[in-house]
């Protein structure tokens, strides 16, 4: 039963598709440069309409020998060489020889996706977890998104604040895509340096301090561009910029949907209640559950934030995307069309 249910957990090899898709990108080119958004946005939504979603929930002793199981860590791990390797050959492809402009465009969506999908959805991951191996890595797979002030944001700003006026990564009612991107980028830069600020005064440290991590940040990703302008000349430079300014917009494009229009009540005692399984959009579309190390099942991960990936559950309760993520993206950058097909499934709108 044992080797029976790791074979099943192998499942999540899947999510590697992704780096390979781009690798094909970057090294074919031509029309084949658009192999990675193809496969994201075409191929991985025909897949989610003819596969069946599962509703598995999963025993006592399910959880325990999965939460025991390192396999499903290791999976995690061996994204971050991958996203590298494949990140810089993206680099050296496209500053070594020149290309019909189409080709870049390509070439540079793919790079963006396989960042905003191996980089920042993994470095969300581990950025939960409690050793500090696993936060350094996940803040390593953050700098070529140049995000990495998300790890302090989204841990200690969004998770509390979710479903309020307080969290600029909660979409609101009526609120487009595009207007997102820019209160959100914008505000939860400035929430991250508040928070920092904040916790060296409670720590009593200064702001010139080891302990300011924000400044870290600023270094190590000011490192990574001199070290991408030192190799790959000023071409790759703007691209590196391009690919990470294009995964984090993916990435709040996410948050977009994630918890579009819902709000938590506020108390008699002027608290605002607990984080609920209704206070975020649910998907159980089974590639975009694999591909995103189950990132879609994200009501159940907001209600209990210290679950790792493998054990996490599909909440019937919760509002429900009518689409996987990758086609709720399409639509979403159309606001008329997501206004309309949204706004209606809000609960007590």
Same mark, same amino acid.
């Given at each position: 039963?044992?080797?029976?249910?790791?074979? $099943?957990?192998?499942?999540? /090899?899947?999510?590697?598709?992704?780096?390979?898709?781009?690798?094909?990108?970057?090294?074919?080119?031509?029309?084949?440069?658009?192999?990675?958004?193809?496969?994201?946005?075409?191929?991985?939504?025909?897949?989610?309409?003819?596969?069946?979603?599962?509703?598995?929930?999963?025993?006592?002793?399910?959880?325990?020998?999965?939460?025991?199981?390192?396999?499903?860590?290791?999976?995690?791990?061996?994204? /971050?060489?991958?996203?590298?390797?494949?990140?810089?050959?993206?680099?050296?492809?496209?500053?070594?020889?020149?290309?019909?402009?189409?080709?870049?465009?390509?070439?540079?969506?793919?790079?963006?996706?396989?960042?905003?999908?191996?980089?920042?959805?993994?470095?969300?991951?581990?950025?939960?977890?409690?050793?500090?191996?696993? $936060?350094?890595?996940?803040?390593?797979?953050?700098?070529?998104? =140049?995000?990495?002030?998300?790890?302090?944001?989204?841990?200690?700003?969004?998770?509390?604040?979710?479903?309020?006026?307080?969290?600029?990564?909660?979409?609101?009612?009526?609120?487009?895509?595009?207007?997102?991107?820019?209160?959100?980028?914008?505000?939860?830069?400035?929430?991250?340096?508040?928070?920092?600020?904040?916790?060296?005064?409670?720590?009593?440290?200064?702001?010139?301090?080891?302990?300011?991590?924000?400044?870290?940040?600023?270094?190590?990703?000011?490192?990574?561009?001199?070290?991408?302008?030192?190799?790959?000349?000023?071409?790759?430079?703007?691209?590196?910029?391009?690919?990470?300014?294009?995964?984090?917009?993916?990435?709040?494009?996410?948050?977009?949907?994630?918890?579009?229009?819902?709000?938590?009540?506020?108390?008699?005692?002027?608290?605002?209640?607990?984080?609920?399984?209704?206070?975020?959009?649910?998907?159980?579309?089974?590639?975009?559950?694999?591909? /995103?190390?189950?990132?879609?099942?994200?009501?159940?991960?907001?209600?209990?934030?210290?679950?790792?990936?493998?054990?996490?559950?599909?909440?019937?309760?919760?509002?429900?995307?009518?689409?996987?993520?990758?086609?709720?993206?399409?639509?979403?950058?159309?606001?008329?069309?997501?206004?309309? =097909?949204?706004?209606?499934?809000?609960?007590?709108?």
């Amino acid at each position: 039963m044992q080797k029976k249910n790791t074979l $099943k957990d192998l499942k999540y /090899l899947f999510a590697y598709s992704i780096p390979l898709v781009t690798l094909i990108s970057v090294h074919f080119k031509g029309i084949l440069s658009y192999t990675a958004p193809i496969y994201a946005f075409i191929f991985i939504p025909i897949l989610e309409i003819i596969l069946k979603d599962s509703d598995k929930k999963y025993t006592e002793e399910e959880k325990t020998n999965r939460l025991a199981n390192f396999l499903f860590d290791v999976l995690l791990y061996l994204n /971050l060489p991958f996203v590298f390797s494949i990140l810089f050959y993206g680099f050296f492809v496209i500053t070594s020889s020149t290309y019909f402009f189409y080709e870049y465009v390509g070439m540079i969506l793919s790079l963006g996706i396989l960042l905003a999908t191996n980089a920042i959805n993994v470095a969300h991951e581990l950025g939960h977890r409690k050793s500090q191996f696993e $936060k350094t890595l996940s803040k390593i797979l953050l700098m070529p998104c =140049l995000y990495m002030h998300f790890y302090i944001e989204h841990n200690f700003g969004h998770h509390i604040n979710v479903a309020t006026p307080k969290d600029p990564a909660t979409s609101k009612f009526n609120q487009s895509v595009y207007n997102f991107w820019f209160t959100s980028v914008f505000w939860q830069y400035i929430n991250a340096w508040k928070t920092q600020i904040s916790i060296l005064k409670r720590n009593k440290k200064s702001f010139v301090s080891f302990q300011n991590d924000m400044i870290w940040y600023i270094a190590f990703q000011s490192l990574y561009l001199l070290f991408v302008f030192y190799t790959f000349g000023f071409k790759g430079l703007i691209v590196a910029l391009i690919v990470g300014v294009i995964s984090f917009l993916f990435l709040e494009t996410i948050n977009y949907i994630e918890h579009y229009g819902l709000e938590r009540k506020i108390l008699p005692s002027g608290r605002y209640e607990r984080v609920q399984l209704h206070h975020s959009w649910n998907s159980n579309h089974i590639i975009g559950r694999i591909v /995103l190390y189950e990132l879609t099942r994200h009501s159940d991960h907001h209600f209990s934030a210290s679950k790792k990936y493998q054990i996490l559950e599909n909440q019937s309760v919760s509002p429900q995307l009518p689409y996987g993520y990758p086609t709720s993206i399409l639509i979403a950058l159309v606001p008329p069309i997501w206004f309309k =097909l949204m706004n209606s499934r809000i609960p007590n709108k």
